[in-house]
C-alpha cells in the first residue's frame, strides 16, 4: 500500500487529482463569487479538495489540523496538514516569500502572554517576549494533538499545506515545515507609526524581521491574526504553478445543477 504523500514528494497523479476538484469549484458552488454563474474554489473547498485527493478526512471544525491523512501501516495514527489558502501568489515573484495566516486566535494568544506577564498596557515594551510566546502559543497547539502528548497526530510529519493563487488564474501549492523559527534569531519591533502620526508613536503591529525582511506579523489588538512569511526556497515541497481545469461548454451554475439533478421536480416548481 503506498505511503501518504506526507513522507514523500506529491506525484504528478496526485497533483492533477487536486487540479482537477478544484476546477469543479467554478461551477457555482466554490466560495469566491466571479461571475453571475462562475465561482471559484475557497480556503473550505481547498481543505475538502486536498482530504480527497489525498484519501484523508477534513476536519470542518476548529481543530488543530485541517485534514488528517492516515498512516497506512499504524492503525489509529494520522499525519496532519494545516490548509492555507491566500491570493498571494504574485509575492512570491516579488520578495520568495509565501504568506501564510497562521491563526487569529487572540484569546489563546493573549493568554500565553499573561503567563509571562504580559498585557496590553505592557506588551509594547517588550517585544521580544512577545514573539517567543506567540511561537510557543501555535507549537504548544500542535504538540497537545502529538503522539507524544497521547493524542493520534505524528506531528514530526506534519506540514503546513498552503495554496497561493492570484486574479489572473495561477495557482500554486507548497508544503512547509510546522516548526516555526528560533524566536531569538529574530529581530522583533512594534514599528513607529508613520506620517499624520504623532511623533515616535508606536504601532499596533508586532514585525518579526529575518534580517531580509518581515517573517512574522502580529496585531494583538486589531484582529489578532499571526501572519507568517517564509520563504519559497525553504519549502519541502512546491508545485509548479498551474492554472484551473476550464469547464468547457457545459450549462455549469447551482440552478442548472438542481434542473439536472431533478429535472421533473423542477420542471413541477417553475412551469
Given at each position: 500500500?503506498?505511503?501518504?504523500?506526507?513522507?514523500?514528494?506529491?506525484?504528478?497523479?496526485?497533483?492533477?487529482?487536486?487540479?482537477?476538484?478544484?476546477?469543479?469549484?467554478?461551477?457555482?458552488?466554490?466560495?469566491?463569487?466571479?461571475?453571475?454563474?462562475?465561482?471559484?474554489?475557497?480556503?473550505?473547498?481547498?481543505?475538502?479538495?486536498?482530504?480527497?485527493?489525498?484519501?484523508?478526512?477534513?476536519?470542518?471544525?476548529?481543530?488543530?489540523?485541517?485534514?488528517?491523512?492516515?498512516?497506512?501501516?499504524?492503525?489509529?495514527?494520522?499525519?496532519?496538514?494545516?490548509?492555507?489558502?491566500?491570493?498571494?501568489?504574485?509575492?512570491?515573484?516579488?520578495?520568495?516569500?509565501?504568506?501564510?495566516?497562521?491563526?487569529?486566535?487572540?484569546?489563546?494568544?493573549?493568554?500565553?502572554?499573561?503567563?509571562?506577564?504580559?498585557?496590553?498596557?505592557?506588551?509594547?515594551?517588550?517585544?521580544?517576549?512577545?514573539?517567543?510566546?506567540?511561537?510557543?502559543?501555535?507549537?504548544?497547539?500542535?504538540?497537545?494533538?502529538?503522539?507524544?502528548?497521547?493524542?493520534?497526530?505524528?506531528?514530526?510529519?506534519?506540514?503546513?499545506?498552503?495554496?497561493s493563487w492570484n486574479r489572473?488564474?495561477?495557482?500554486?501549492?507548497?508544503?512547509?515545515?510546522?516548526?516555526?523559527?528560533?524566536?531569538?534569531?529574530?529581530?522583533?519591533?512594534?514599528?513607529?507609526?508613520?506620517?499624520?502620526?504623532e511623533p515616535d508613536a508606536?504601532?499596533?503591529?508586532?514585525?518579526?524581521?529575518?534580517?531580509?525582511?518581515?517573517?512574522?506579523?502580529?496585531?494583538?489588538?486589531?484582529?489578532?491574526?499571526?501572519?507568517?512569511?517564509?520563504?519559497?526556497?525553504?519549502?519541502?515541497?512546491?508545485?509548479?504553478?498551474?492554472?484551473?481545469?476550464?469547464?468547457?461548454?457545459?450549462?455549469?451554475?447551482?440552478?442548472?445543477?438542481?434542473?439536472?439533478?431533478?429535472?421533473?421536480?423542477?420542471?413541477?416548481?417553475?412551469?
Amino acid at each position: 500500500m503506498a505511503l501518504p504523500f506526507i513522507q514523500r514528494k506529491p506525484t504528478a497523479k496526485e497533483v492533477e487529482r487536486l487540479r482537477l476538484i478544484l476546477s469543479t469549484f467554478q461551477d457555482g458552488t466554490g466560495m469566491l463569487q466571479v461571475g453571475d454563474n462562475r465561482t471559484l474554489p475557497g480556503w473550505r473547498d481547498f481543505e475538502r479538495a486536498t482530504a480527497l485527493a489525498f484519501n484523508g478526512q477534513a476536519q470542518e471544525s476548529k481543530a488543530i489540523f485541517d485534514v488528517l491523512l492516515p498512516d497506512v501501516r499504524k492503525k489509529e495514527v494520522f499525519y496532519g496538514l494545516s490548509c492555507k489558502m491566500r491570493s498571494e501568489l504574485n509575492r512570491i515573484g516579488r520578495d520568495g516569500r509565501v504568506t501564510i495566516e497562521v491563526s487569529n486566535s487572540a484569546g489563546q494568544f493573549w493568554m500565553g502572554l499573561g503567563t509571562r506577564g504580559l498585557n496590553q498596557g505592557n506588551y509594547k515594551n517588550r517585544p521580544s517576549d512577545v514573539g517567543a510566546s506567540l511561537i510557543e502559543t501555535v507549537s504548544e497547539w500542535h504538540n497537545i494533538v502529538s503522539l507524544e502528548r497521547g493524542g493520534s497526530v505524528d506531528v514530526h510529519n506534519s506540514y503546513y499545506f498552503i495554496l497561493s493563487w492570484n486574479r489572473q488564474g495561477d495557482y500554486q501549492l507548497h508544503q512547509l515545515s510546522l516548526k516555526l523559527p528560533d524566536p531569538d534569531q529574530i529581530a522583533w519591533s512594534f514599528p513607529i507609526l508613520g506620517r499624520g502620526a504623532e511623533p515616535d508613536a508606536i504601532g499596533r503591529r508586532l514585525a518579526g524581521n529575518d534580517g531580509n525582511g518581515n517573517l512574522f506579523e502580529w496585531y494583538g489588538e486589531s484582529g489578532g491574526q499571526l501572519k507568517y512569511y517564509p520563504l519559497a526556497a525553504n519549502a519541502v515541497w512546491a508545485s509548479k504553478v498551474f492554472r484551473l481545469e476550464p469547464l468547457g461548454d457545459i450549462e455549469y451554475g447551482i440552478v442548472n445543477k438542481a434542473h439536472a439533478y431533478f429535472p421533473k421536480q423542477w420542471e413541477r416548481c417553475t412551469g
